[in-house]
Nanobody, 113 residues
Framework: VQVEESGGGSVQTGESLTLSCQAS????????MGWYQQAPGKQRELIAS???????EYSDSVKGRFTITRDNAKTTVTLQMNSLKPDDTGVYYC????????WGQGTQVTVTS
């Protein structure tokens, strides 16, 4: 499975961003897809995930502000990020998990106050 993110950038507090992830490969539609945040100086943390059936989970830090969706036909996953805060700053990685984890290269999100 190959994974590639797009989107990201620099915004101010309260603004929105959309991240997209394209997964390819024979097992892409079977994978659980997730978005991880790696804040400066911290470990990578799972913030949102979605199964191929559309079951979602969110970390407490983003619940109610971020929405993860999935298009199985296109094997794309989108993370809609609203009401962004400076604590949301970091590198965001898309991950496809099927028997093992497959990572994208990451995309930078910077939120300034």
């Amino acid at each position: 499975v190959q994974v590639e993110e797009s989107g990201g950038g620099s915004v101010q507090t309260g603004e929105s961003l959309t991240l997209s992830c394209q997964a390819s490969g024979s097992s892409a539609t079977l994978a659980v897809m997730g978005w991880y945040q790696q804040a400066p100086g911290k470990q990578r943390e799972l913030i949102a995930s979605i199964t191929r059936r559309g079951v979602t989970e969110y970390s407490d830090s983003v619940k109610g502000r971020f929405t993860i969706t999935r298009d199985n036909a296109k094997t794309t996953v989108t993370l809609q990020m609203n009401s962004l805060k400076p604590d949301d700053t970091g590198v965001y990685y898309c991950c496809a998990e099927y028997l093992r984890k497959y990572w994208g290269q990451g995309t930078q999100v910077t939120v300034t106050s």
